[in-house]
């Protein structure tokens, strides 16, 4: 396996890392293990939450040299990779803010001498991608390392520089080495790790396919896992939407980070046929607007995909989906360019039988579907093996609730196509996963919620007492 900085802009092949020794290996789980076991979990919460609030203020300072990276490494746009950046210190500082409240001890109602206190575990693989190669990180590092938990990280072979910036950014801060390690490992290292009974859960962003895997292996060393894998959310334009308000939205949803998004709008659900033909009009016209080029210049609005794997593998699709009867309304093909740019693109005429009816298409390229009522559309939504996000435009907002409240998802947003804030958990369902990150949900994910119930001495050895205070 190589880890290695490809521009995919230019096709450049700028910095290659070697896998690490096992010997190495070896080391950064034992350090990570008695960092964990001798300092890290002794600490208070006060103390933990500092470094994190430090590394938020370096990354608002630093914003720039941060994004750089990304955009360096993956393809995003400037305006995108910043906007990451941002977020990123933000949720560092939610977790700062909030780590003590999330934490703290919490009484039963109605047993007056019986509270759940929050305990760490222990080390946690993290094991990431590259399509937001901080924010995915952080969603682990931020609540886990303020729990008092450790983590190892294994990211995406493509955005090594990302990896290491993020591990140095916390040592800056003041976390001691063992607190996050970064790992330029092996599948087959991977898996030992995950072995290892010093290592005592897993989290994994990625595809089903990556994420049925290490789960396979987990459970097999009955490891508790976090899954946030694939989705194929759809977006449902109801009657009395505005047009244009959902156009711009589905636009927004489907060519955001070069439509390299989990939670991105991939299927597009227009309920009547003669709004789904001006719909489908004003979508196409837009996004054949769309200017490709140099993801790191201010007038670019659609960049590269991360790689050539990931643009051959969406030529697949699209040739799959045109031989299953699928119309390709416009792009469909490589851009005439360097770099790895597809033309975006649009498909109708996807029926059940279509090879890709059922698949996840990870990058610029738009399913548009007509139906004729909104029951249809709901169908139609939930006929999906994933079940990660959605979202409902609807100027009768009351109404688009109640369409939401049928999506079978862990997300669904209303007028919008996502929405990622740190107080906000993010998650799935089906084969889109399981577990919760950010939010109070996300802290709570790793850690050993343990009742402590007192009772006084001579007590019977079963049933409620009274504890008398002295």
Known sequence: MLYKTTNPAT???????????????????????????????????????????????????RAEEFAKLITLEMGKLTVGALSEVRLTAGILSYYAKHAESFLSPKRIDGIAHAEVVTKPLGVLLAVEPWNFPYYQLVRVAAPQLAAGNVVLLKHAENVPQCALAFERLLLEAGLPKGGFTNLFASHEQIAKVIADPRVVGVTVTGSERAGSAIAEQAGRHLKKVVMELGGSDALIVLPDASLEHA?????????????????????IIVIGKERGKSFIEEFVAKVKGLKLGDPSESSTQLGPVSSERALDGLLDQINQARSGGAEILTGGTRANR?????????????????????????????????????????????????????????????????????????????????QTRPELPFGGIKNSGFGRELSEMGIGEFVNRKLIHLAPAGAPPFGPVELKKP
């Open 11 to 61: 096709e450049e092949v700028v910095q290659t890392f070697p896998t690490i020794g096992d010997a190495e290996l070896e080391a950064a789980i034992t350090a990570a293990d008695s960092f964990y076991r001798n300092d890290w979990r002794n600490r208070s919460i006060g103390e933990r939450v500092q470094i994190l609030n430090k590394a938020a203020q370096i990354l608002t300072d």
């Open 247 to 267: 156009v711009g939205g589905a636009l927004f949803g489907r060519t955001f980070n070069a439509g390299q998004s989990c939670v991105a709008t991939k299927r």
């Open 338 to 418: 360097p770099g790895y740019f597809l033309e975006p693109t649009v498909i109708t005429g996807i029926e059940e039988t279509n090879p890709v009816y059922r698949q996840e298409l990870f990058g610029p390229v738009a399913s548009i579907y007509v139906v004729d009522d909104e029951e249809a559309a709901i169908r139609l939504a939930n006929d999906t093996p994933y079940g990660l996000g959605g979202s409902v435009f609807g100027d009768d907002v009351d109404n688009a609730r109640r369409v939401a409240d049928r999506i079978e998802s862990g997300m669904v947003f209303v007028n919008q196509p996502a």
